[in-house]
């Protein structure tokens, strides 16, 4: 309730300063006004992962979101109880092995796209290292942990990799995933990263 409070009280803000600059015979310059305005108000609510950033990025910094795109595993098919070749995909909207069924390296029958959930411990000011760890889900299968370990030359190295929305697979991390620890799955797939892996953003459901 107190967010929409704040979000009216400055939509009404906006239409005036928009009245006062178009008034003026600024109307393109109202409109851009408007425009970045806007795009503060919805880039709030659905932090981490708004304004055009990669949720890799707040998650974890430039450095180690274009390493994680860097060391990311392709997808791989693997079959499944029916005989089919399943592919890693985001649990939250595939569940079942109809979905998951590869038809090219980064697609599925379905028209979803390969998804790893990552995890990173940094410890480079202790042992050296970094820890880049890539979870796979398949329906029926369960979870598949690909572990990845780089130095600080590594990271340096991995300076230039974009780091793009589009790219496949798809990582989302989980240190910024809401209700990561409340999702319901079947024994045989229960996530063995559930309650292990600490929050980044404080209020965050974990």
């Known amino acids: 309730m107190e967010q929409a409070g704040l979000v009216a009280l400055i939509a009404l803000l ?3 300063a928009i009245a006062a600059v ?3 015979g600024k109307v393109d310059a109202g409109r851009g006004l408007a425009g ?3 795009r503060r108000i919805a880039c709030a609510p659905r932090l981490p992962d ?6 890799l990025v707040p998650a974890y910094g430039w450095p180690l979101a274009r390493l994680a795109r860097a060391l990311a595993p392709p997808p791989e098919a693997e079959l499944g109880p029916g005989g089919l070749p399943l592919v890693p995909v985001d649990f939250r909207h595939c569940r079942r092995e109809s979905c998951a069924i590869a ?3 980064h697609i599925t029958a379905s028209g979803r796209r390969t998804t790893a959930f990552t995890q990173i411990v940094d ?3 202790s042992l050296g290292w970094v820890e880049v760890d890539y979870w796979l889900y398949r329906p029926t299968l369960g979870w598949e942990r690909i572990v990845r370990r780089a130095n600080q030359a590594q990271v340096d190295a991995a300076a230039g990799v974009p780091v793009l929305l589009k790219d496949d697979p798809a990582l989302v991390p989980l240190e910024t995933l809401p209700g990561r620890n409340h999702y319901v799955f079947p024994d045989n797939e229960r996530p063995p990263w559930q309650w292990q892996v600490g929050g980044i953003y404080p209020g965050w459901s974990s």
């Open 14 to 16: 906006l239409i005036a």
């Open 22 to 24: 178009a008034a003026g």
């Open 36 to 38: 970045a305005i806007a």
């Open 50 to 55: 708004s304004c055009h950033h990669h949720p």
């Open 103 to 105: 038809t090219g390296p």
């Open 123 to 125: 410890r480079r000011h």
